[in-house]
């Protein structure tokens, strides 16, 4: 599939997550989280420490999320992102888009091994979908 497919089926879920989620406006983890909003998603932050992002209800890991949650944007340092990925496949989650920084070449493979689709390629889902700063 090319770089474009894997994004339209990523896109094409009814429900997202957002492994990172951060409460600080200024990080990643938040703008992708509000990025999912402005654009109408069903997006449920995943933050262990918080028990809202952005006035949505957080979960405290992927285990939590209801099953209909398909598509996982990852924005955590590269050895955090293995953890999740793990977490992920015992979850069957079926898309993982790892945010630039966010890649480990580990937790790729493991991608691949479990037959997710994955987008690590450096594409951003900010600038996919036009995220502007409200």
Not at 38 to 65: F, T, Y
Not at 104 to 126: F, P, T, W
Request: hydrophobic share 45%.
């Amino acid at each position: 599939m090319s770089v474009s497919e894997r994004i339209a089926q990523f896109l094409s879920a009814e429900g997202f997550a957002v492994a990172g989620a951060s409460t600080n406006r200024d990080k990643y983890g938040n703008k992708v989280l509000r990025c999912y909003m402005q654009q109408g998603k069903r997006v449920i932050p995943i933050n262990p420490h918080a028990p809202a992002v952005e006035g949505l209800a957080s979960v405290a890991s992927i285990s939590d999320l209801p099953d209909d949650v398909q598509s996982l944007s990852i924005i955590t340092p590269p050895a955090i992102t293995e953890q999740v990925v793990e977490a992920a496949i015992a979850k069957g989650i079926r898309n993982v888009w790892m945010q630039p920084g966010a890649q480990s070449a580990k937790a790729m493979a493991r991608c691949e091994e479990a037959g997710i689709n994955l987008i690590a390629d450096g594409s951003c889902l900010l600038v996919v979908l036009g995220y502007h700063d409200a």
